[in-house]
């Protein structure tokens, strides 16, 4: 995202949920980045959320889902995924 659209006015948002869930100011936009993937990484941990083959997800299945996932809830996304940003989110969930 930060090397495709570095502009994209998401990004300022994605600083200020940062520093709301962090409870914390953040002087660079990449630390408040990592910061909020390392808080929402630590809840799923804590939550002990089920990975994508709890579910039955088999990597096999990733080009059926990428084909189908350009619904609504995708028109929302601040940028436009491509298939294989998509595939590597699918891949790191599994």
Wanted: proline share 3%.
């Amino acid at each position: 995202m930060l090397t495709r659209e570095p502009d994209n006015r998401a990004l300022a948002k994605y600083v200020q949920v940062a520093e709301i869930l962090c409870q914390k100011n953040f002087s660079k936009s990449a630390a408040a980045f990592t910061a909020l993937i390392d808080l929402l990484a630590d809840w799923t941990n804590e939550l002990a959320l089920p990975r994508l083959a709890h579910y039955g997800l088999q990597e096999s299945g990733f080009d059926k889902v990428i084909a189908n996932c350009r619904g609504s809830s995708m028109k929302t996304n601040p940028i436009v995924l491509k298939d294989e940003e998509i595939r590597q989110i699918l891949l790191e969930r599994l």
